[in-house]
């Protein structure tokens, strides 16, 4: 998704610098907001779990099995349009301040000076969301994404309302709120605003049980159940610093939900030793894969490890799924009191936990995921791993014929 949206965008630019699309040439601002409008909207949580939502309502019942996993493919990587988007901004960006650059006369200083500071700021941004960024430093990435995409919208604002009201004939300033409202790149702006405010409105620092029953793993008990399918944000501060985890509850109505959070990096680890009595959380619950578990009758979810927070929910609350469970050590790492609540909650026929240090050793998960997705009838699998071994599981799999979807990682 991302590389298709990228080189459609340049195609676009290159038909206009050759001078075969006039009006991109004229609005090049109106397709820099647009671009930012749907990079932002498709990280709203708002936004996605009102499509996941309508998608599942809509297909579950009368479409063939086929094309709800198309539907699953399209929506999952559909995250692809806010980098491609992001990006497309940028070259919009760049394009719209050449233009302004060569005709630099006409346009007064406040005009230029908002463009340019924009357009380093969303250059910045796109930098430092960089793969190799991300992975090196990926603290630095999320406070300059979060600070530097604030500080963007805001001047992408002033440079709406400046160029807006600056009439290049008149070489004068002409402040018509008439004039504002009827630009198509104004609105955007205006449509941006409720997409970055909601993601913050639910924020709650609320009370939280944290267990470290090894150095390996905590769990952490957050108020208030959980349907199927939603991870939930965490936050020690409320500003900075969110990470995302799966989330495990017996429903809507239970009184809390759980995060199996591996000890795998610097926040993790102060979680697992300190032990905080209170996080900030969006009690607003983003979709993770596993929500698209409803547009199906029978599936399979494999997970390795922590992965268990992601699709231990589905399996709970969801009596046609079946859950393989692999990992070393398990009742050591994640303790005896949770290993008890995954058993009680998911009856023995439909629940195979495989822990690799015990006689078994190691199994073949590619083997075990085609076993129990053929003798359970199921129409999709699930598998959440680490990268390596999610890549084997998915290529294995669809070179079988096995429906299956795994995590994307991309930080």
């Known amino acids: 998704m991302l590389f298709l949206v990228v080189i459609l965008q340049a195609v676009m630019i290159l038909v206009t610098l050759s001078g075969g699309w006039h009006f991109a040439r004229t609005h090049s601002s109106g397709f820099v907001t647009g671009n930012l409008l749907v990079t932002i909207a498709i990280r709203s949580e708002w936004v996605m779990r009102l499509l996941y939502w309508f998608s599942i309502k809509l297909f579950r019942i009368w479409t063939p099995l086929k094309f709800r996993v198309i539907v699953v493919a399209i929506l999952y990587h559909i995250g692809g349009l806010h980098s491609g988007c992001g990006i497309g901004a940028m070259m919009w960006l760049i394009l719209a ?5 060569l005709n630099k006369n006409l346009y007064h200083y406040l005009v230029l000076a908002s463009l340019c500071l924009s357009m380093t700021v969303t250059v910045a941004t796109c930098f430092f969301a960089t793969p190799l960024i991300r992975a090196l430093h990926h603290n630095l990435f ?18 709406v309302i400046t160029s807006s009201w600056w009439d290049v004939n008149t070489q004068s300033w002409r402040a018509s709120g008439k004039h504002l409202v009827g630009q198509e790149e104004f609105w955007f702006m205006i449509f941006i605003m409720p997409l970055v405010v909601g993601q913050w409105i639910t924020v709650r620092n609320v009370p939280v049980t944290v267990q470290a029953p090894s150095n390996k793993a905590s769990i952490i008990r957050v108020p208030g159940g959980l349907t199927s399918g939603l991870h939930t944000r965490v936050s020690r501060g409320g500003l900075r610093e969110w990470h995302i985890f799966g989330s495990i509850s017996e429903g809507k109505h239970a009184d809390c939900h759980y995060i199996v959070m591996a000890v795998q990096g610097g926040f993790t680890r102060a979680m697992n030793e300190d032990q ?13 894969l596993p929500y698209f578990s409803r547009l199906f ?3 399979v979810a494999i997970c390795t490890g922590s992965g268990i927070g992601a699709v231990g929910s589905t399996c709970i609350q969801h009596d046609d799924w079946f859950l393989i469970w692999i990992g070393a050590d398990l009742e050591s790492t994640y303790g005896t009191e949770f290993m ?7 009856q023995p026929e439909r629940l195979l936990i495989w822990d690799t240090r015990g006689p078994l050793g190691r199994p073949d998960v590619n083997v075990e995921l085609e076993r129990v997705y053929k003798q359970w009838n199921a129409q999709i699998a699930l598998f959440i791993g680490s990268p390596a071994l999610n890549k084997s599981v998915l290529r294995t799999s669809r ?4 429906p299956v979807f795994g995590s994307i990682w991309d930080a």
């Open 97 to 101: 301040w050449t233009e302004h650059i």
């Open 142 to 159: 999320e406070i300059t994404h979060r600070f530097l995409g604030w500080l963007g919208i805001i001047t992408g604002l002033i440079f």
């Open 276 to 288: 905080p009595e209170t996080l900030y959380t969006k009690t607003w619950k983003p979709c993770g």
């Open 297 to 299: 009758h029978r599936g």
């Open 340 to 346: 008890d609540f995954i058993k009680s909650k998911i």
């Open 399 to 402: 070179a079988r014929g096995i």
